[in-house]
């Protein structure tokens, strides 16, 4: 089991882009650390090789970031907007898909992505894990403040064995958190779990627990 204590939030940006041509800046040192953490790790990773890669001066980049940590937690953001895009362009809806069948999914997801932010900055994700809320993410950046609601409500709305008339938003709510929060944490205190057998069936059934209401 993980027993790194977390001593504070990571450093924030000091500042927000509120212009084009600042949100363009922004947007180049953020996506060249990510190129650099895929490639290099953070052991690649400075603000000389991020001036390399995206052409930003360093007096620029501190003038958004304090330090580096702030910029790999941008970039870690940046990981999770791009596996959203993936799953949206690959997903295709099935017949006859049943509330586990969708749950096994997700969770897959879900592992896929602890993964990528894994290999980007191990330390990292070890030290500040419990910080990075996938669902606050994905609410920003879909400008949609019930995101995890919606989306998880348009998933199982479609499975044959789901009755979306008895459920609330409070389990929709309470299903995403558990799904995150429990599967991440299970993968920080041991990586060998998401390999183990019955890893994945314990995940669901607790998540069915949760809606268990609304089966038919």
């Known amino acids: 089991m993980s027993t790194n204590k ?20 922004y947007k180049k040192i953020v996506s060249s650390a990510h190129k650099i953490l895929s490639e290099y790790g ?3 990773l400075s603000t000389t090789t991020i001036e390399v890669v995206s052409g930003v001066k360093k ?14 937690m941008e970039a870690i953001y940046l990981e999770i907007q791009k596996v959203k895009e993936e799953a949206s362009a690959l997903y295709t809806e099935r017949s006859n898909a049943t509330v586990k069948d969708e749950l096994l999914i997700i969770i897959d997801g879900l592992i896929s992505l602890y993964d990528r932010i894994e290999k980007l ?25 019930n995101y995890p609601e919606k989306f998880l409500s348009d998933v199982l709305d479609r499975c044959v064995d789901f009755n979306s008339e008895k459920a609330t ?13 429990l599967t991440w944490q299970m993968l920080q205190d041991n990586q060998k779990y998401a390999r183990a057998s019955d890893f994945k069936k314990l995940l669901i059934n607790s998540s069915v627990a949760i ?6």
């Open 6 to 25: 977390i001593q504070h939030f990571p450093d924030v940006p000091r500042r927000l882009p509120k212009q084009n041509r600042s949100e363009l800046i």
């Open 42 to 44: 953070r052991k690649g």
């Open 59 to 72: 007096s620029t980049i501190y003038h958004y970031f304090p330090n580096l940590d702030a910029i790999v």
């Open 121 to 145: 900055d191990p330390d990292f994700c070890q030290t500040y894990l419990v910080y990075i809320d996938v669902w606050e993410i994905l609410v920003k950046t879909s400008q949609q403040e």
């Open 169 to 181: 938003n409070e389990q929709y709510h309470m299903l995403a958190r558990l799904l995150q929060l």
């Open 211 to 216: 809606i268990a209401n609304c089966l038919k």
